[in-house]
């Protein structure tokens, strides 16, 4: 018997990889998206846009087996795909793991320093407290849309997944550029904040994608983390990405957070998941660690790269980070202050 899946968001870096793990499993995949895309031709690509609720309602009105909504950021989206009962069996909705709070109520969303980063058992598990749900932050929405998805009063059975920072071919805001534009630009020397030791949990879209493909295979209401086997330090994640450019720096580590160093994953205190939950649930197995991942996703940089700036392939990158993210003048001032006195390799 042929599953039919509808992957919402399906342009996006998630989406994608999910439309290649369903199709892979034998499902029929509808890819919905806001504007029109090139998809393989077992792909059906519809029109949709998922703030217009007759858009949805028309866009599912053959039905699906399951819905998988990697655009989901509200309280008002959810009552949005619980209202879809009747036109889907079940869903798979993305969250986050900024929904977490530690005993002291502090999040990452509202971290201003380090005395107000949160600070973490390793690993967290589901169960650990999160923020309070409301229209705050990011982080307030996403917790109001997981309350509602999972209610007890709600039919639908809903798998939430909750990914941490998201890695993987077709990104707008690729952490990795941080370091594979320094190893294009051959820079001699790389700095890395907090010693180099920050982890910040990554989530590879294979990875995400296969956690999909069971929780569609195995509908039920859920809520699980979905990140990489391993929480890898920034130094692991630079050695990495150089080893893949051959690319060869000098490299400092720097105490603290000074202003220089400062990477996407950069944080003063361990953020890592824990994924039994998955494993005893789903029987999941990764596709593979970030560090095998990584290949796929330098690649794809290197790529956009090619014959365009960075502030050109990836504008939201900027937006997000502002140009000082490749300011070579400080970092090199900082070496020319400090490297008779830190350690480096």
Same mark, same amino acid.
């Given at each position: 018997m042929s599953k039919n899946a509808f992957v919402?968001?399906?342009s996006g870096q998630v989406g994608r990889a999910v439309i290649n793990s369903l199709l892979?499993?034998?499902?029929?995949?509808?890819?919905?998206?806001?504007?029109?895309h090139e998809w393989p031709a077992d792909v059906e690509g519809v029109l949709v846009d998922r703030e217009v609720d007759s858009s949805m309602v028309e866009a599912l009105a053959g039905g699906a087996d399951v819905l998988i909504d990697c655009v989901a950021y509200s309280e008002t989206h959810a009552h949005q795909v619980l209202a879809l009962e009747g036109l889907i069996g079940s869903a798979v909705v993305l969250s986050?793991?900024?929904?977490?709070?530690?005993?002291?109520g502090r999040t990452l969303d509202e971290a201003r320093g380090v005395d107000e980063f949160p600070e973490f058992p390793v690993p967290v598990f589901e169960s650990q407290t999160r923020t309070q749900p409301g229209d705050r932050t990011y982080s307030t929405r996403k917790v109001a849309m997981e309350d509602v998805l999972v209610s007890a009063d709600a039919a639908l059975p809903v798998t939430v997944l909750r990914p941490g920072a998201i890695s993987g071919p077709g990104s707008v805001h690729p952490r990795e550029l941080w370091f594979v534009k320094r190893a294009l630009d051959h820079r001699p020397v790389q700095l890395l904040n907090w010693g180099g030791q920050s982890q910040f949990h990554t989530s590879s879209t294979v990875n995400i994608a296969e956690l999909?493909?069971?929780a569609a295979n195995q509908p039920a209401r859920r809520v699980l983390n979905a990140v990489d086997p391993k929480a890898s330090t920034t130094t692991e994640i630079g050695s990495r990405i150089n080893e893949i450019?051959?690319?060869?720096p000098v490299k400092f580590v720097v105490p603290g957070s000074p202003g220089v160093g400062d990477t996407p994953w950069s944080v003063p205190k361990p953020f890592v998941m824990d994924m039994s939950e998955a494993v +005893?649930?789903? =029987?999941?197995k990764p596709e593979m660690d970030y560090a095998e991942a990584l290949q796929n996703t330098v690649d794809w940089i290197v790529s956009a790269l090619r014959g365009m700036g960075w502030q050109d392939a990836f504008p939201t990158f900027l +937006?997000?980070? =502002?140009p000082e993210t490749f300011d070579y003048v400080?970092?090199?001032a900082w070496v020319q202050q400090h490297e008779g006195q830190n350690g480096h390799s």
């Amino acid at each position: 018997m042929s599953k039919n899946a509808f992957v919402l968001g399906a342009s996006g870096q998630v989406g994608r990889a999910v439309i290649n793990s369903l199709l892979s499993d034998g499902w029929h995949v509808r890819a919905g998206s806001r504007t029109a895309h090139e998809w393989p031709a077992d792909v059906e690509g519809v029109l949709v846009d998922r703030e217009v609720d007759s858009s949805m309602v028309e866009a599912l009105a053959g039905g699906a087996d399951v819905l998988i909504d990697c655009v989901a950021y509200s309280e008002t989206h959810a009552h949005q795909v619980l209202a879809l009962e009747g036109l889907i069996g079940s869903a798979v909705v993305l969250s986050s793991v900024s929904v977490y709070a530690d005993s002291s109520g502090r999040t990452l969303d509202e971290a201003r320093g380090v005395d107000e980063f949160p600070e973490f058992p390793v690993p967290v598990f589901e169960s650990q407290t999160r923020t309070q749900p409301g229209d705050r932050t990011y982080s307030t929405r996403k917790v109001a849309m997981e309350d509602v998805l999972v209610s007890a009063d709600a039919a639908l059975p809903v798998t939430v997944l909750r990914p941490g920072a998201i890695s993987g071919p077709g990104s707008v805001h690729p952490r990795e550029l941080w370091f594979v534009k320094r190893a294009l630009d051959h820079r001699p020397v790389q700095l890395l904040n907090w010693g180099g030791q920050s982890q910040f949990h990554t989530s590879s879209t294979v990875n995400i994608a296969e956690l999909v493909r069971l929780a569609a295979n195995q509908p039920a209401r859920r809520v699980l983390n979905a990140v990489d086997p391993k929480a890898s330090t920034t130094t692991e994640i630079g050695s990495r990405i150089n080893e893949i450019l051959d690319h060869h720096p000098v490299k400092f580590v720097v105490p603290g957070s000074p202003g220089v160093g400062d990477t996407p994953w950069s944080v003063p205190k361990p953020f890592v998941m824990d994924m039994s939950e998955a494993v +005893r649930d789903l =029987g999941y197995k990764p596709e593979m660690d970030y560090a095998e991942a990584l290949q796929n996703t330098v690649d794809w940089i290197v790529s956009a790269l090619r014959g365009m700036g960075w502030q050109d392939a990836f504008p939201t990158f900027l +937006r997000a980070n =502002g140009p000082e993210t490749f300011d070579y003048v400080a970092e090199d001032a900082w070496v020319q202050q400090h490297e008779g006195q830190n350690g480096h390799s």
